[in-house]
Nanobody
Framework: VQLQASGGGLVQAGGSLRLSCIGS????????KVWFRQLPGKEREFVAA????????HYADSVKGRFTISRDNAENTVWLQMNSLKPEDTAVYYC?????????????????WGLGTLVTVSS
């Protein structure tokens, strides 16, 4: 079971990026999926979560109205569309998955993690 995040890069404030997370393993395709972000020396911060069927989502207040999480289970892929980016969105972004149905904002509730992708927003 593996997750692979991609799509990070350097963007100016106000710009957009779309992150992708591709999973391997058929059972993983229906798991709750989530995005976290982290800066060096800081705790991992919840960004957004989506249920296994894709009908329920949960966002951190700091990204509501700017970020959108979505998924395609047939492709075993989750996306994070990030619009109106701000310098404070700069971080390494990680995708993760959990067998549980709750859209938890705690990183301890997620069993599978991918390597991160760096997003840098310049002012």
């Amino acid at each position: 079971v593996q997750l692979q995040a991609s799509g990070g890069g350097l963007v100016q404030a106000g710009g957009s990026l779309r992150l992708s997370c591709i999973g391997s393993g058929r059972t993983l395709s229906m798991y709750t999926k989530v995005w976290f972000r982290q800066l060096p020396g800081k705790e991992r911060e919840f960004v957004a979560a989506i249920s296994g069927h894709g009908r329920s989502t949960h966002y951190a207040d700091s990204v509501k109205g700017r970020f959108t999480i979505s998924r395609d289970n047939a492709e075993n892929t989750v996306w994070l569309q990030m619009n109106s980016l701000k310098p404070e969105d700069t971080a390494v972004y990680y995708c993760a998955a959990s067998r549980e149905f709750s859209l938890s904002s705690s990183p301890y509730d997620y069993d599978y993690w991918g390597l991160g992708t760096l997003v840098t927003v310049s002012s």
